[in-house]
């Protein structure tokens, strides 16, 4: 069973950085989909980025666009999300999620279609 494991979160003022990295144990292959999803508190959770191991165009929710960057390595089993100028907005916990289905081929951009979640990391943007 697949297991992932967020890292990177913390506090920084606005315009800074930080590096999300998810770390997949269990894997004996390689997920149709990974993620990043972010939840504020009192708010439904919502993607920020999204792509497909196997290739493509990654997806960028429009208020990250220009801003942050989805990678993966390349053995496929680490996740990271580069998160660039910051913005109070972006306060969020940082969840890292994986499709193990082909039914999140469909849905890349939706929480459905992910089936393993890590625990989730907080990220704090102070203006």
């Known amino acids: 069973q697949v297991q992932l494991a967020e890292y990177g979160g913390g506090s920084v003022q606005a315009g800074g950085s930080l590096r999300l990295s998810c770390s997949a144990s269990?894997?004996?292959?390689?997920?149709?989909?990974m993620g990043w999803f972010r939840q504020e508190p009192g708010k439904a959770r919502e993607v920020v980025a999204s792509?497909?191991?196997?290739?493509?165009?990654?997806y960028y929710t429009d208020s990250v666009k220009g801003r942050f960057t989805i990678s993966q390595d390349s053995t496929k089993s680490a996740l990271y999300l580069q998160m660039n100028d910051l913005k109070p907005e972006d306060t969020a916990v940082y969840y890292c999620?994986?499709?193990?289905?082909?039914?999140?081929?469909?849905?890349?951009?939706?929480?459905?279609?992910?089936?393993?979640w890590g625990q989730g990391t907080q990220v704090t943007v102070s203006s």
């Open positions: 792509l497909l191991p196997s290739g493509g165009a990654p």
């Open positions: 999620a994986a499709g193990t289905s082909t039914a999140c081929l469909m849905k890349m951009i939706n929480e459905d279609g992910y089936d393993t």
């Open positions: 269990g894997v004996s292959y390689i997920p149709y989909c």
